[in-house]
């Protein structure tokens, strides 16, 4: 089945600087690739997704890329605020196409 | 327009004890989604429900666990003979339109704890 590998698994920033946490996946039929933020106490929730007729969406201080060929994707976020410090999760369709499946998530702190 | 509610919020049973999770999608959403999520192991995918029916099950352990979302009421997430290791949060989403590839509305999950 699908297999989505997400790195790194923490990731300390200050606060202004960019972030970035890469995902992998293995099924190249997959076409659909979301980005989660769970904050603490909370469940997830989706910030930016990408499908794969496109490289790249942008939405503000967040955008992600996509590369089908080398079948990864990543989460860029930009001029990072204390606000932002969350676990994140990217995922992909999985092989029925009917289930999403999740990387093991990226704990996010930003410092101020 | 209320989100996806799930209760308890927290649950503590005792091994060999059944558990019980409600969820209740959100308004107009017929598509649920159950996942667990265990420290360091991300969410894990359990099973896929419209009304009535079991659309996939593959991500459900074989045994003891088993889902339902009736006409009415909530979807409920059922373990029956818990032991240790089936302490996990588990998560229910809603959206509502077939496929996972709309948007998921997560509830706030229900931490079970399996003494």
């Known amino acids: 089945g699908e297999n989505v590998e997400q790195h790194p698994s923490t990731l300390s920033v200050q606060e202004g600087d960019s972030a970035v946490i890469k995902c992998t996946y293995s099924?190249?039929?997959?076409?659909?690739f979301p980005w989660y933020k769970q904050e603490l106490g909370k469940g997830p929730q989706l910030i930016i997704d990408?499908?794969?007729?496109?490289g790249e969406k942008k939405d503000q201080r967040i955008a992600v890329t996509l590369n089908k060929t080398a079948k990864h994707f990543s989460l860029h976020i930009t001029e990072t605020q204390p606000e932002d410090s969350a676990v994140y999760f990217c995922a992909a369709l999985g092989k029925a196409g009917t289930a999403l499946i999740f990387g093991k998530g990226t704990t996010l702190s930003v410092s101020s | 327009n209320a989100g996806v509610m799930q209760n308890p919020r927290h649950l503590v049973r005792r091994r060999g004890q059944e558990a019980r999770l409600r969820c209740s999608p959100m308004k107009g959403h017929s598509h649920v989604y159950w996942y667990r999520q265990l420290p360091e192991e991300g969410l894990k995918f359990m099973v896929y429900?419209?009304?009535?029916?079991?659309?996939?099950e593959s991500g459900m352990p074989k045994e003891r666990f088993s889902a339902e979302f009736p006409k009415e009421g909530p979807s409920i997430l059922r373990i029956q003979q818990v032991v240790r290791g089936d302490s996990a949060a588990y998560f229910c989403?809603?959206?509502?339109?077939?496929?996972?590839?709309?948007?998921?509305?997560f509830g706030s999950g229900t931490q079970l704890s399996v003494l």
């Open positions: 989403a809603s959206s509502p339109r077939a496929g996972p590839d709309e948007k998921l509305f």
């Open positions: 990408i499908r794969s007729n496109v």
């Open positions: 099924d190249s039929a997959s076409n659909y």
């Open positions: 429900l419209q009304k009535e029916n079991i659309i996939d």
